[in-house]
């Protein structure tokens, strides 16, 4: 059976969803529970990576770094890891986060944007890290561009490359040409993260399997930003029955996710409207929560913000410019209004 | 009328947008262009009658006349050419990350290094949102401020973009040294959009005296704004101030003038821009002295 390695991001991509408010016990307990389920990486830092916590993209309740600390003294097995947005974070933060306990970094730019990581990916092997270079909103580049960004990650060390469909607009034919056009390319494993927004996630994550790629990410009951990720407990199930081995205690998955993770959940994982608009508009899908807030807040439609951001080619960090848009959308209304 | 002699180092995109703007200036002369090999750009720019040499910071010494110098190299190059500039006497004005002297914003605090040898331009996002950081901490204080700059993945340069850290800390630096916050954080995010996108950035900033108002704060960012249109006249306010609470918000855009840069290169244009202003305050102080 073809083997699948299966990163957890509850506790980051997660993160958005609960609008970065964990506490030191709530990483505890999930830190755990998935390094009893054998898993072999676990992602923990704010959604936005580590120093992610700002006005911008909201403020940690806890201070990352504690909860990383929190979850390295629970995990015997599994490579406790974050992720790290070059503009955002720096080098100076994963040595932070890697005093705390961090073995693993995932560096990630938006998809065209891979030479920002060199500095970053050289800087963690040195550090002697697990490396991903890690591209985003691979919506918007085809493979072929999309291959030669990775094979800029892959030469400044990576040891495996990581594709992200950020703002869950892809298909699974979509998903099947980038992840056979970097298998093809590419030395180092590659592997796949996918958003819920219309409910492909599943379907796409284990087109991406069937494709060649050998890490997957999923989520507890497929918490994430927007409409989540993949169901890690539903994605165990799938895989086990399509004749991929994780290496994963499948019973073990729903318990946690149903007894630890579901009571610390703000709203069910569902695919709502502003979900459906994301992946529908193709916008990032952190973008989700600030954009009912700023629809609150000017009075404005939240899918006629989602809509403009997707004109305007909004990429992933750019939660700023919900504000932005929203200003204009109501100048324009007033201005309509006389 | 007589003019004070410049030159600039490095002949590349910074360096030959700064070329332009000093030929429209009335107080600076472009004396000479220095490079360190004879480049596309360096042939390029004598064809257009500009003295070059091909010595680097020493062609620039040897010249004899150059008063303000223009370092448009790498912060390794400029660490080499400070201590050199300084001793012959030249102000120098580093557009590199090297940081060796004290960081200038002209808009908030050229009168306080009028007078130093070296100044350090920050970043381009420094230049285009800490004045507002400081236009909202002089009426209402800063406990923290955080700016967001976002630029077209095309005026990214292959220096920003192998040390993209660079700019986050250095930014980051300047937010407190500069712009009166007791805490500071800068992000930047490159879009490949195209058309390319203008420069926009968000500015927050968490006060410390809410009573002041809505108010005063938005005049003092508005005054700031025709403080920084009078040399970059492509600054324009997108979101007004909004004050929740503690936090103020206000978001920015900078279309460059496209001396030799595209418009949306307003990053580069105000870093140069705001150099090029403090540039001709001092060499209007020289030509007075003279």
Redesign the interface.
Known sequence: MKRIHVVDTTLRDGSHAVSHSYSIDQVKAVAAGLDACNLEFIELSHGDGISGS???YGFSEVEELDLLEAANSVIHNAKLTVLLI???G???DLKAAQARGATAVRVAT?V??A??S???IVAAKEMGMFTVGFLMMVHMSEPERIVEQAKLMESYGADYLNIADSAGFMMPDDVKRRIEALVDALEIPIGFHAHNNLGMAIANSLAAVQSGATYIDATLRGLGAGAGNTQLEVFQGVVQRAGFDTGLDFYGLMDLAENVLEPMMHRSQTIGTGSTMLGYAGVYSSFLLHVFNAGIKFGIDPRDILVELGH????G??E??I??VA??LTQKKSAERY | MSKVKVAIIGPGNIGSDLMFKIFRSENLEMALMAGIRESDNIIRVREMGVPVTIDGVHGVLAHGDIRIVFDATSAASHLDHAPLLKEAGIVAFDLTPAAVGPYLIPAVNMIDLKHEMNVNMVTCGGQATIPIVYAVTRVAGGKYAEIVACISSYSAGPGTRANIDEFTETTAKAIVDVGGADRGKAIIILNPADPPLIMTNTIYVQIKDTSVGLDAITASVNEMVADLQSYVPGFQLRVPPMLEGDKVTVSVQVEGAGDYLPTYSGNLDIINAAAISAAEIIAADILREE
Not at chain 1, 312 to 315: D, I, K, P, S
């Open positions: 700002s006005y911008n070059p503009g955002i720096t080098v100076e938006h065209t944007e030479d920002i060199q500095q970053h305007r080619n909004m990429v960090g750019q700023d410019m504000i932005d200003y204009q």
